[in-house]
Every structure is written in structure tokens, then in C-alpha cells.
């Protein structure tokens, strides 16, 4: 099983970023996905979920009304549109997809800052 997320940067605070996470190695449409990310010195939080279906999702109340997560299961693959980005949304963000077993990426680091 393989997770590879992408399309992480620099970005300056107010502006937005797309991340990705290609899966392969799995059956994607059965696994709940969701993003984490980690700062420096801080633990792993959750920042979003969606279920298979794409009909339930969930987010963290520090980003509610910025990000939005998305899935293709046709592409094997999860998104998280991250709009209106704070210097405290600085981390590295790691995707996960969770059934009967739980899989992590390599994660990708978001830096906002001017």
C-alpha cells in the first residue's frame, strides 16, 4: 500500500493551496480518508474525513469555512482544498486511509508565510 501526497509550498497567509493524495495498493473506495497534520513540537490532529461515499465529511473547527475535502474514487485519489491559509495552518500534512487497516503517506509541508 502506498499513499503519496503532493502539492504542498510556500504560499503567503490569505492565499490557497491544493494538496493530493494518490493511493494505490488498496481498494480506495472502501477506505475512510482523512488529512492530519503535525507542527513542529505539537501532536498529530485530524483536519478533515471523508467516507466513502463522499457523503459525510468532517472538519476540525480550526478550519471549517477554509478547507474542503474531496475524493475521486475513479482516481484513487484525495484532495484538500485549503483557501484563506493562516501562518498557524503551518505544518506537515499526511493523508490516511483507514478500513480494516490504517495507512499513512510521507506527508507533505504547507509553510504560510510572507
Known amino acids: 500500500v502506498q499513499l503519496v501526497e503532493s502539492g504542498g509550498g510556500l504560499v503567503q497567509p490569505g492565499g490557497s493551496l491544493k494538496l493530493s493524495c494518490v493511493a494505490s495498493?488498496?481498494?480506495?473506495?472502501?477506505?475512510?480518508m482523512s488529512w492530519f497534520r503535525q507542527a513542529p513540537g505539537k501532536e498529530r490532529e485530524l483536519v478533515a474525513r471523508?467516507?466513502?461515499?463522499?457523503?459525510?465529511?468532517y472538519y476540525a473547527d480550526f478550519v471549517k469555512g477554509r478547507f474542503t475535502i474531496s475524493r475521486d474514487n475513479a482516481k484513487n485519489t484525495v484532495y484538500l482544498q485549503m483557501d484563506s491559509l493562516k501562518p498557524e495552518d503551518t505544518a506537515m500534512y499526511f493523508c490516511?486511509?483507514?478500513?480494516?487497516?490504517?495507512?499513512w503517506g510521507q506527508g507533505t509541508q504547507v509553510t504560510v508565510s510572507s
Open positions: 490516511n486511509a483507514r478500513w480494516r487497516d490504517t495507512y
Open positions: 495498493g488498496l481498494t480506495f473506495s472502501t477506505h475512510i
Open positions: 471523508i467516507y466513502s461515499d463522499s457523503s459525510t465529511t
